[in-house]
């Protein structure tokens, strides 16, 4: 017999999180179910450890320019062991924070990997072992998205990186860094190691970078990043990647007319964008109808299957956290039936 609840989350990301504190404010019986740590992509690998990243590299390059506010500073240098050490803080004390509005709320957590099943009923392959069956009123699958594989010859060489691996390194190799990509996690890693004396390099295919922005806003950027030292090839692709001596070669073909060139002695960073993670969501008895690989949804974040919803990077056409998280609050106020506070699909540009 299966344990009931009013709300099952599958996800314990923003989108995640934000919805089960809200059912919790309401008073509704929820379950959380997440199979890595509490605070998703965003707490573990992308805002909060790039933003403690930029904000490190930051002071250290405003230190090498302070002389011009008559500021003096001799044998200005870095640790970079010590900067990915508060970066692990910063993302520790964070996820704290969110356990604690957990206990507050009196929220339930599994760890767990959950599979999706008929009549709306989640079956978890629990983290310590043996498996257990919740069944809700309403399922929100809040599961989020992982980093796209590019498949180019060399894409699995020794030098090259995806978002997630870079955030977690320990040791410096980064005099040269190509990043394949130019989207948001792209223009953060860029500015990061920039600020650390990198020879950065953008490729990214589109005509300019972050392809959601205004087109004026983009250029302003590309420029912005140009005049700190970082090189902007857009409407370009890396194609091939080559070993060469202690690095690599990143083979550079340009979109239109143009001869391929290219930059040698780097390390590489994939960014070209994430998917939607669905992988093993769903059991045999269950079928959720997908759109250009997203969970579709109706104008309520419903599936396919009555009660059940779907938020966040998993389904919205912004991968953003406060997106996710407004869809989240939308849902619960829907299950909760209460008025509905915001209705967020997309990001202003």
């Known amino acids: 017999m299966a344990e009931q609840y009013d709300v099952i989350v599958i996800g314990a990301g923003p989108g995640g999180y934000t919805a089960a504190l809200k059912a919790a404010q ?13 605070g998703g992509t965003c707490v573990n690998q992308g805002c909060i450890p790039t933003k403690s990243l930029l904000y490190a590299t930051n002071l250290f390059h405003m230190m090498q320019c302070c002389d011009e506010f008559g500021v003096s500073a001799d044998g200005i240098a870095y640790d970079f062991k010590k900067m990915q050490h508060y970066k692990r803080e910063s993302v520790q004390r964070y996820r704290a924070g969110i356990q604690e509005k957990f206990n507050e709320a009196g929220l339930q957590i599994v760890s767990g990997k959950a599979l999706l099943r008929r009549d709306r009923t989640v079956e978890v392959e629990l983290t310590e072992g043996g498996r257990e069956y919740y069944q809700g009123r309403a399922v929100i699958i809040a599961t989020g998205a992982k980093p796209i594989k590019s498949r180019i010859p060399g894409i699995d060489l ?3 990186w995806d978002s ?39 490729v990214e295919k589109k005509n300019h970078l972050m392809a959601a922005m205004d087109d004026v806003m983009a250029e302003k950027l590309e420029q912005e990043l140009r005049d700190q030292g970082v090189e902007v090839y857009c409407g370009a692709t890396v194609t091939e990647i080559k070993e060469e001596g202690a690095g690599l070669c990143a083979v550079v073909t340009p979109e239109g007319e143009g001869e391929s060139f290219e930059i040698h002695g780097c390390q590489i960073l994939t960014a070209i964008g994430r998917r939607p993670d669905l992988s093993g969501l769903c059991g045999p008895d269950v079928t959720l109808e997908t759109e250009d690989g997203k969970i579709a949804v109706s104008s309520e974040f419903e599936t396919n299957i009555p009660g059940v919803y779907a938020i966040g990077d998993v389904s919205a056409a912004i991968q953003l956290a406060h997106v996710a998280a407004a869809q989240g609050t939308y849902v619960v106020e829907r299950i909760a039936e209460k008025p509905h506070s915001i209705k967020l699909e997309v990001v202003p540009s």
């Open 26 to 38: 309401f008073g509704l019986k929820t379950l959380v179910i997440e199979k890595n740590k509490l």
């Open 158 to 160: 020794p030098g090259v």
């Open 164 to 202: 997630d691996r870079l955030l977690a390194a320990e040791n410096w190799n980064f005099d040269r860094l190509v990043i394949m990509g130019g989207g948001v996690i792209a223009v953060e890693m860029a500015t990061i190691f920039n600020n650390l004396c990198s020879r950065v390099t953008i």
